[in-house]
Protein backbone atom coordinates (compact mmCIF):
# COMPACT_ATOMS: atom_id res chain seq x y z
CA UNK A 1 0.00 0.00 0.00
CA UNK A 2 2.91 2.25 0.73
CA UNK A 3 4.69 1.33 -2.43
CA UNK A 4 1.63 2.37 -4.22
CA UNK A 5 1.63 5.61 -2.54
CA UNK A 6 4.60 6.78 -3.07
CA UNK A 7 4.43 5.64 -6.70
CA UNK A 8 1.35 8.39 -6.94
CA UNK A 9 3.58 11.05 -5.00
CA UNK A 10 6.39 10.55 -7.36
CA UNK A 11 4.56 10.97 -10.69
CA UNK A 12 2.23 13.69 -9.66
CA UNK A 13 6.38 15.17 -8.70
CA UNK A 14 7.25 14.66 -11.88
CA UNK A 15 4.27 16.48 -13.59
CA UNK A 16 5.06 19.30 -11.13
CA UNK A 17 8.88 19.37 -12.76
CA UNK A 18 7.31 19.19 -16.50
CA UNK A 19 5.00 21.81 -15.81
CA UNK A 20 7.43 24.39 -14.05
CA UNK A 21 9.93 23.55 -16.66
CA UNK A 22 7.39 24.32 -19.71
CA UNK A 23 6.39 27.29 -17.95
CA UNK A 24 9.73 28.97 -17.42
CA UNK A 25 10.15 28.19 -21.16
CA UNK A 26 7.22 30.27 -22.36
CA UNK A 27 8.21 32.63 -20.14
CA UNK A 28 11.95 32.77 -21.45
CA UNK A 29 10.56 32.91 -25.06
CA UNK A 30 8.49 35.87 -24.38
CA UNK A 31 11.30 37.44 -22.85
CA UNK A 32 13.49 36.96 -25.55
CA UNK A 33 10.92 37.98 -28.10
CA UNK A 34 10.42 40.67 -26.23
CA UNK A 35 13.82 41.95 -26.06
CA UNK A 36 14.66 41.65 -29.78
CA UNK A 37 11.75 44.04 -30.51
CA UNK A 38 12.98 47.30 -32.30
CA UNK A 39 13.83 50.29 -29.85
CA UNK A 40 10.33 51.77 -29.61
CA UNK A 41 8.46 48.91 -30.92
CA UNK A 42 4.87 49.45 -29.90
CA UNK A 43 4.89 45.93 -28.37
CA UNK A 44 7.21 46.89 -25.46
CA UNK A 45 5.13 50.07 -24.61
CA UNK A 46 4.83 50.64 -20.82
CA UNK A 47 1.48 48.58 -20.23
CA UNK A 48 0.32 45.63 -19.16
CA UNK A 49 -0.26 42.56 -21.85
CA UNK A 50 -2.08 39.14 -21.70
CA UNK A 51 -1.02 36.37 -24.69
CA UNK A 52 -3.93 36.14 -26.75
CA UNK A 53 -3.61 32.66 -27.24
CA UNK A 54 -4.19 32.17 -23.63
CA UNK A 55 -4.19 29.55 -22.46
CA UNK A 56 -1.47 27.98 -23.55
CA UNK A 57 0.27 24.56 -24.39
CA UNK A 58 3.98 24.08 -23.02
CA UNK A 59 4.39 24.67 -26.67
CA UNK A 60 3.23 27.83 -27.25
CA UNK A 61 0.14 27.27 -29.01
CA UNK A 62 -3.17 27.89 -27.87
CA UNK A 63 -5.31 25.68 -26.07
CA UNK A 64 -3.68 24.40 -22.93
CA UNK A 65 -3.54 24.98 -19.18
CA UNK A 66 -0.51 27.80 -18.75
CA UNK A 67 -1.77 31.37 -18.93
CA UNK A 68 1.18 34.05 -19.65
CA UNK A 69 1.16 37.70 -18.72
CA UNK A 70 3.82 40.83 -19.37
CA UNK A 71 4.11 44.11 -17.81
CA UNK A 72 6.32 46.79 -19.57
CA UNK A 73 7.40 49.17 -16.91
CA UNK A 74 7.19 53.06 -17.03
CA UNK A 75 9.80 54.95 -19.09
CA UNK A 76 13.21 55.19 -17.49
CA UNK A 77 12.51 52.67 -15.04
CA UNK A 78 14.88 51.16 -13.31
CA UNK A 79 17.53 54.04 -14.56
CA UNK A 80 17.51 56.18 -17.76
CA UNK A 81 16.67 54.74 -20.97
CA UNK A 82 15.70 51.37 -19.63
CA UNK A 83 12.39 49.74 -18.83
CA UNK A 84 12.07 47.04 -16.71
CA UNK A 85 10.25 43.77 -18.81
CA UNK A 86 8.18 41.38 -16.06
CA UNK A 87 6.43 37.80 -17.85
CA UNK A 88 4.28 35.76 -15.50
CA UNK A 89 3.19 32.21 -16.36
CA UNK A 90 0.51 30.93 -14.00
CA UNK A 91 -1.26 27.20 -14.03
CA UNK A 92 -3.11 25.34 -12.15
CA UNK A 93 -3.20 21.18 -11.31
CA UNK A 94 -4.01 20.96 -7.77
CA UNK A 95 -2.79 23.93 -6.49
CA UNK A 96 -1.93 27.71 -8.55
CA UNK A 97 1.56 27.92 -9.56
CA UNK A 98 3.07 30.54 -10.76
CA UNK A 99 6.76 31.59 -12.32
CA UNK A 100 7.97 35.22 -13.16
CA UNK A 101 10.75 36.18 -15.08
CA UNK A 102 12.27 39.69 -15.75
CA UNK A 103 14.93 41.93 -17.44
CA UNK A 104 15.45 45.40 -19.06
CA UNK A 105 15.32 46.65 -22.09
CA UNK A 106 16.13 49.91 -23.85
CA UNK A 107 14.13 52.99 -24.99
CA UNK A 108 14.41 54.37 -28.37
CA UNK A 109 15.99 57.52 -26.41
CA UNK A 110 17.90 58.71 -23.55
CA UNK A 111 15.60 59.33 -21.23
CA UNK A 112 12.75 57.57 -22.45
Not at 37 to 45: E, K, T
Not at 82 to 110: G, K, P
Request: proline content about 5%; aromatic content about 8%.
Amino acid sequence: MAFAANTIWLTHDEKSADSTSAAHALAQQKLEQLRSMPLGAAQVAPNSYTDPANPLRADGTGGGTFSRTWTVSANDSPTFGLRTVTVRVSWRDTRLHVTTLAAYIRCSTIPC
